[in-house]
């Protein structure tokens, strides 16, 4: 049985960069890591894929073939990745190392509000593969309490569509670091919106306190910065989710 780490998160936030930073930083410390990479529209990656969508389609080979734009070829890869999804899972798990580290594809709610991400992560389970997924968001476009209850918030929600524990991270704080504090977060929201608005983002934070959402960690994929407390916290789900 192998441990899988699922990197999820909007366009840009840094997927990938997490993704190889993550991986050198366990091997360095001695830990086998095996990547595995679902975007089929990748074209350079910062690490060496041990499994790889693009040997069986690529974005740009479903444009071609069947004529379609950019944005239905992305939909269509996600449908593919349906249909492959028990057999790359059985990759995964036949891989023998200790982690594998599984880079999702650019557009998430490709991945987390179609089919294609609960089917993996079913059939990675089903492998017997224990997995987290860790949703990514970026530090630039995340910078007040509201923002930080919205990203606990998409946590949930993909926890609940993959039906598989989540930590939260934000990424690029070598640009910019949100304030975490978890008391004054209401209070924060409060001072922030008015009205409906913020008696629902209070509520939200309130309820979130309820399934256990805990606080970002707050990563740099560029600078190495997190990684330790990011892997503690893995860790622990982990544990977490083997006890039941
Ligand atoms: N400053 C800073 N930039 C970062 C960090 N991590 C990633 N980036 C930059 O953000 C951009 C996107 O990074 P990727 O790792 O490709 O992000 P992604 O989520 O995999 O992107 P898609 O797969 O295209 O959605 C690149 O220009 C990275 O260099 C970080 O920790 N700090
Ligand atoms: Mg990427």
Redesign the pocket.
Known sequence: MGYVILFI??????????TAALGSWLNERGISVAYVNL?AG?LDLPYEPNVDVRRRFTLESIMREEGLGPNGAMIKAADYLVEIADELAEEVNGLNIELALI?T???MEVFVFRPSGPALVKALLKAGSRTVALN?LDATITSTATDLVVAALLSATIRLRLEVPTVPVV?????TRPSIEREELINHVKAEEYGILSDFVSSLAKALDVIEIREPIL?????GLGLDILYDRLMEVFCECGED
Do not use: E, H, I
């Not at 998160?9 to 960069?17: D, L, V, Y």
């Not at 990424?171 to 640009?175: L, M, Q, R, T």
């Open positions: 998160g909007p366009a840009g936030c840094g997927k990938t960069s997490l975007d990748a880079d594809p650019g557009q990514m990424n690029k704080v070598d640009v990563v740099s994929a560029k600078k």
